[in-house]
Structures are given as C-alpha cells and as structure tokens.
C-alpha cells in the first residue's frame, strides 16, 4: 500500500441549483502562483468544489488540509468518508476504494464533524456503546474502551449524562472518543475546533498530539494557521478544489514570498498604483485586491516611503499600512489571493 | 495499538443492521410514555367522543362503533409508523445531524434506510395493538368484533405500518424542518378525514366521484383492511384487493423513500 489515503484527479461538480454546501469561488485577486493550472472550461450553472485534487497521505501521518471557506476541503473530506460522491476520479483510504467498497473503508475510519452530532436519543455512555455494536464490537470491548477514552478526555464523569448537559468542548471530546472507539486505521477531523473557546482549544490540540504520538493516521481540515503550523506533519493549501501547495509546515514557510509582507489598504485606482509600485526596487510582487495592495519586499519596512510615495503618485491616498513577516498566512495570501478567514 | 487491524475481521451487515434496530428499540423504550401519548391520544380522543359520548346521547347509532373501532386502530397505526420515522428524520437530515453516525456505520446506506421503516413498523404495531384493546374499553361491547381472523387482522396491521412507516421515509427525507407544520395540515389532516376511517368505503356510494378519488388514500386499505379482519359482518373492501393495493403502496413509497434518502445519504 503506497499510501494510507490517495486520491487521483478527483473532482466533485455540484449543480448550481443543489450548491447548498458549496460557495461559489469569488474574489478579483489575480495569483500569479506557478503551480496553479490554467483554469479548466465549466459550463455555467455548475460549480466545481474539488477540481482536480491529487492527494498521497502516508500512513501515520498527520496531515493539514487548509484553505478557506468554500476551498473544498468539506468536499474532499466528504469524498474520502463516503459520504460525497466524486463526479470523477478515485480516492482509496487503506486501499479501499470510497465509491465501490464504501462498507470497507467506512470500517477503517473514524470521523469527528465539524458541528458535534451525537445521538440525542441516547446519553454519553450509550452513545459510544451503540456505536461499538454498529462496528461488532461485543459490549464488554466497548465498555472497555469507552471508559478508558472517557476518563482520556476527562468526561468519565459524565458517562450517564445526556449529550445535552454536555458542555461544547465535552461534546467535542465525545465526538472524538466515538470516531476512535473501534480503533480506526485513520481519523478524519473537519475543522475540530471551530466554536470552541482558547482553552477548549489547547485542550483538543493536547489530545490530537496524543493520537499522533500513537502512530495514528490523522486528516484535519483547518483554517486557523496556527493549528495547522503547530500540529501537522504536512500541509495541503488548497482552494478552488485545487492543490496550491503541499510540504511541511516549515519547508511551506521558506515558500513564502520576500522577507516581509506590506499591505496597504487604499482609496483610488489600484491597478495604477499596483503597477508603479512594482517598478520600485526591492519589490519581489504586488498584488491587489478590492482596495488591497499587497507588496512583498526584500528589504523590510525601509520600501513604506518609496511605496506610499508611488500610490500617491498614481493620485491615490494610504489609509492603512500593515506590515508581517511571511508566515504561512502570507504563503497562502500570495498563492490564492485571499485571506483565510 | 490498533490490535492487528480487527477490521479486517469479517463483519454480517445483520449485526450491524441489528445493533441499529436495538438502538431504535432503546431510544423507543425511553420514550414509550411520550410515544404513547403522541399516536394515540388523538384517536382515543374520537374513540371517547364517538365510540361513547354520542352513542349515550343516541346522536348516533349504537352499532357505529363496529365501524369506528377498525377505523381508529388503524389511524393510530398509521400516524404513528409515519411519525416515528418522518419526525426524526426531518430532525436528524436536518438540523441535528445526529443519522451521520449511522451513516458512516460498515454497512450499506439502503440497508440503514431498510432498517428506519422497519423500526418505524414496528411502532405502528405497538401503537396498533394499545389502541385495539382500550378502545374496547371504551366504547364497550362492539357488534360482530371477533378475533377469529388473528392471523389476519396482524397481516393488514403489519402490512399497514409498513406501508406508513415507508411513507414516513419518503416525508422524512423530501420534507424541510421548516414545513413539518404544513406536513400536518396538508397531507396528514386530508388523510385523516377522507381516509375511510369515520365511515366505511362503501358508505361513499352515495357520493361516487368521492369514492373514487379516496382510492389514493393509503389509509382507506388500512381502515377497510382492519374491518374486513376485525369487524368481517361489516361493509368492506375485500381483502385481496386491499392487500394488493397496500403491497403496491407499500413498494411505491419504499422506492420513492430510498431514492430521497441515498440523496441525503450520499451526496
């Protein structure tokens, strides 16, 4: 098996009309990012929520799935738990083909939702148990494993209460003590942390170094950049359903272009001050964006003079100036032209 | 760690479609007082009204109740197989996402549907069953109700439910949150009143266009069904035909139903 997860040319068209899930690519930015491919012929009235996507994740692995809102990547989680079926392409999670051997690979993974959805019907302690029947676990493994997962994520407590008395984050921990309750080879995770208070947050990162640390195969979609940058191995940037770019968090840093971001936020004609401002020496790349310019420079902050002075010129006014380091935040700005969140 | 991948292990579906029917079983178990309440207050309601107040008043014929009885047994019946699925359903696709677990379960995605109508039939039966004895209760000593026909009279109720319980798939898997109420009101109310269930079916002789178009009423076979095996002295459908048209209902709404439901199931 090359890999634990691999999905091949896979892409996923949703009707205009049923894009209940999907929102339709917007923005002016124009990236001039080299590795995204020229931009395939849709027909109109049809969305494409993953185009194209070619993924190897490796077993053990704990692998970043980033972009913004609307990128694709609900899809493709969607797509590799069986529950989104590709428009074409393959996808097989430990060997097994999603769209032909869904029983199998449903088996061997476990999914934590983005929004908590446990069975209201049942309380804490009946809800991991139900789900252990549904994977052939006999009820003496499952209680076994249940307490140990609930006393894990410290909600042994909590065992005989409803799902309701439960607390967002608690919820958010039984979600995950179910998704590993009959011990899958990969964990899928979608946005795990979306709600959750800072310290509900550092709490859930603790238990997903746990999983790692255990040699579990990990997917999470995100689009905080620090979590991503603190927790995975590799990163996939992807947006528009495409594969922007794919390294480890580090490696992706070096990526980013020039030694310091400088946006400025203007009033006037951009396109004239873009292009002035790209003549200045020591500007790697400008781009805009709706009132934008984003200038990537060599030399630091020493090019604000020179780059308030060439807007000005062009017969626009600086109303804001924002300088960053580049982080994978600016990598990402610079391959799709949008801010993450 | 991961004990030298037990999922590699052989697993029936019957196991896992089991353990789902138990998990119905257990959240119905908790539920039975409220469930109860539910499916059968409204037609207990008629049975009181009906079956004995206009009786003792004499606004009615004594022997009414021999129509009445089958008519309420099988609405309860039929209100409660298609509210037990129908309800969560909508609840569950909709807003709580609560069906995902059983969803991503190692079994095909028909077979959960399969397992929901079956759940659902058998909360028809329970509600089928309850309401048959206090109804007695109620309205007394019924006229020709014999339980000679056993067989049959579990055969239309089994029957029945589960053309319901389909149905309440279907409603479940098609029908927003937002128009649950309107659910109610548009199909459930006109089922209720032109479902045969007050009066037999060839009561509408005298009404011919009347007794034509309930025909598409799935309730009609089941309220004619319970007095063809209930109260057999009684005007009703015969019996072959009801269960030809309950069966052909029954697979009508399952087809339907499944298809709604591998649309939300896997998009």
Not at chain 1, 121 to 145: D, K, P, T, W
Not at chain 1, 325 to 330: A, C, G, H, I, M
């Amino acid at each position: 098996m090359p890999g634990m997860i691999e999905t091949r040319a896979l892409r996923k068209v949703y009707l205009a009309a049923s894009r209940k899930r999907v929102t339709p690519p917007r923005g002016t930015a124009t990236p001039s990012g080299g590795t995204r491919a020229a931009s395939s012929p849709q027909q109109s009235g049809e969305i494409a929520a993953l185009d194209g996507l070619d993924l190897e994740i490796h077993e053990g692995e704990f692998f970043g799935l980033l972009g913004p809102n609307g990128a694709g990547k609900t899809t493709t989680i969607g797509v590799l738990t069986t529950r989104v079926l590709a428009t074409s392409g393959e996808a097989f999670v430990a060997g097994k083909n999603v769209a032909t051997e869904e029983v199998a690979v449903r088996r061997r993974i476990g999914v934590v939702p983005q929004r908590p959805n446990p069975d209201r019907g049942l309380n804490v302690i009946e809800n991991l148990l139900f789900h252990g029947a549904y994977f052939g676990l006999s009820h003496a493994v499952s209680m076994q494993r249940a307490m140990g997962l609930l006393e894990l994520f410290e909600i042994a407590d909590r065992a005989h209460a409803e799902v309701e008395e439960l607390s967002g984050g608690q919820q958010q921990r039984l979600m995950i003590a179910r998704a590993l309750l009959h011990e899958p080879r990969v964990i899928f995770l979608d946005e795990p942390t979306v709600g959750l208070d800072p310290q509900a947050r550092l709490a859930l990162w603790d238990i997903l170094r746990i999983l790692h640390a255990q040699g579990r195969t990990i997917v999470m979609t995100t689009h905080y950049m620090q979590e991503a940058d603190e927790l995975c191995d590799r990163l996939a940037i992807v947006d528009r359903g495409r594969l922007l770019a794919l390294d480890t968090p580090s490696r992706l840093r070096l990526q980013a272009p020039g030694s310091t971001l400088i946006d400025l936020t203007i009033e006037g004609d951009c396109a004239a001050a873009a292009s002035l401002c790209r003549r200045l020496s020591g500007v790697q790349r400008v781009d805009e964006a709706s009132g934008d310019l984003r200038a990537y420079s060599d030399r630091g902050g020493e090019l604000i003079p020179a780059l308030i002075h060439a807007v000005e010129e062009a017969g626009c006014r600086v109303q804001n100036i924002n300088l960053s380091k580049p982080n994978l935040e600016t990598l990402f700005v610079s391959l799709t032209g949008r801010k993450l969140a | 760690m991961m004990s030298s991948h037990e999922d590699d292990a052989p697993l029936p579906v019957s196991d896992v479609f089991f353990a789902m029917l138990r998990r119905d079983v257990r959240v119905a178990r908790r539920e039975l007082p409220f469930f109860l309440l539910r499916t059968t207050m409204q037609p207990l309601l008629l049975m009181v009204v009906f079956g004995y107040l206009l009786p003792k008043m004499g606004m009615v014929a004594k022997g009414y109740t021999a129509t009445l009885l089958p008519g309420v047994v099988s609405l309860s019946l039929a209100l409660s197989a298609v509210q037990s699925v129908s309800l969560p359903m909508v609840a569950q696709f909709g807003f709580s996402k609560e069906i995902e677990d059983r969803l991503l379960a190692p079994i095909p995605s028909h077979l959960v549907a399969l397992e929901l109508v079956t759940a659902g039939t058998l909360q028809g039966l329970l509600a089928g069953l309850f309401v048959l004895p206090v109804g007695r209760l109620i309205m007394g000593a019924i006229p020709g109700l014999g339980f000679s026909n056993a067989v049959q009279v579990f055969s239309v109720m089994l029957l029945g439910a589960a053309t319901f319980s389909a149905l309440g798939l279907l409603i479940g898997c098609a029908i927003n949150p937002q128009q649950i109420g309107l659910m109610f009101s548009s199909i459930i109310g006109p089922m209720i009143f032109f479902g045969c269930m007050y009066y037999p079916w060839k009561g509408l002789d005298s009404v011919p266009v009347m007794k034509y178009a309930v025909l598409v009423n799935p309730l009609v076979y089941v309220a004619e069904g319970m007095r063809a095996t209930l109260t057999p002295g009684m005007p009703h459908m015969d019996l072959i035909v009801i269960s030809f048209a309950l069966l052909t209902l029954l697979l009508l709404f399952w087809w339907l139903g499944l298809r709604a439901f591998m649309k939300r199931a896997v998009t």
